[in-house]
């Protein structure tokens, strides 16, 4: 369905995992566990982003702003449009202002990507110097940082730009070691252990609202939780527990786009249906990816545009 020649297999199939783990975190899951998600599945994305991120092919800031109009822009407006229009109809308590952009949606991922895309594009274009760019990063870091002890919210998920900056920035120069990481299970699984643990420490973060809760074990939680999922997604055999994954990090963008409203849809159904709350969530979970897949498939076949392809 993607015909993209240039993908990374192991990183669709760790997209896959973190956006099927998003999707858990916005259904009813223990708290414990929702915390151990929000711990890194939003930054990983951020990180993946700028590992992905070759300043050699892109040289003028207009070309690169027409790709990610394209890319993010036109995905954003597409699916505001779709479930703004679907809203008139049904209203799921999600909507798009004009003055501060979503506010109950995973949309908001692609307005904030977008400008760290941009902002990004800049300092790395300019700050080639390796210690100059760490500075910046820094810097970048202890602002999103600031906004959150200040409690200030931008809109259009603004506020997100510098703590997603600092992410993007990592990846970017880590890229090398991440894509040349080997591991075997037994330190993956220890890393999990880890990851588990630190999650637990932190009160439930959330990267829209630039809610960090530590300082130090929120990025600590991010970086090794995506360094787990990356050794997770290298190891895992052949199969089709992979093959979900990786066709769900190729089509991630659909995922984040449609899964919320979908879920919405599904929660009030089902409130009217006399199931036990617990066999109601997952077969709420089953459906809700039994109609992602279909709606992904109507997508390519007939508006890829809408994606941005």
């Not at 003055?99 to 790395?124: P, S, T, Y």
């Not at 990267?207 to 939780?225: D, E, H, P, T, V």
Request: glycine share 6%; aromatic share 18%; with cysteine.
């Amino acid at each position: 369905m993607n015909k993209n020649n240039d993908r990374i297999d192991w990183v669709d199939i760790a997209k896959g995992i973190a956006i099927f783990l998003m999707v858990c975190g916005h259904t009813s899951v223990p708290q414990p566990i929702n915390k151990f998600i929000y711990s890194f599945h939003m930054p990983l994305f951020f990180i993946v982003s700028g590992m992905l991120f070759n300043p050699i092919k892109y040289h003028f800031l207009g070309v690169y702003f027409k790709k990610m109009v394209k890319s993010l822009l036109v995905p954003y407006i597409s699916f505001t449009i779709i479930i703004e229009l679907f809203g008139l109809v049904n209203d799921v308590g999600i909507h798009w202002r004009i003055n501060e952009g979503w506010d109950g949606a995973a949309l908001w991922f692609l307005e904030a990507l977008f400008f760290v895309e941009l902002l990004m594009f800049l300092v790395i274009n300019k700050f080639t110097q390796k210690r100059t760019l760490i500075f910046i990063l820094l810097l970048f870091s202890l602002a999103g940082l600031c906004l959150y002890l200040l409690n200030i919210h931008l809109p259009y998920e603004l506020h997100v730009v510098f703590w997603g900056s600092s992410l993007y920035g990592l990846g970017y120069l880590l890229k090398y070691r991440l894509k040349n990481l080997n591991v075997g299970w037994l330190i993956t699984l220890f890393f999990l252990l880890v990851m588990v643990v630190m999650s637990q420490l932190n009160p439930r973060i959330d990267m829209r609202s630039n809610y960090q809760g530590n300082y130090l074990f929120n990025n600590l939680g991010a970086i090794i939780g995506t360094l787990t999922i990356f050794m997770l997604s290298k190891n895992l055999k052949a199969g089709r527990v992979t093959s979900f994954f990786r066709f769900w990090g190729q089509n991630s963008l659909i995922v984040v786009c449609l899964s919320q409203i979908l879920n919405y849809e599904l929660k009030s159904a089902f409130a009217l249906l006399p199931i036990p709350y617990g066999l109601s969530s997952s077969i709420r979970h089953f459906l809700l990816w039994v109609i992602m897949y279909y709606a992904t498939v109507i997508i390519w076949k007939y508006v890829p545009f809408i994606i941005g392809k």
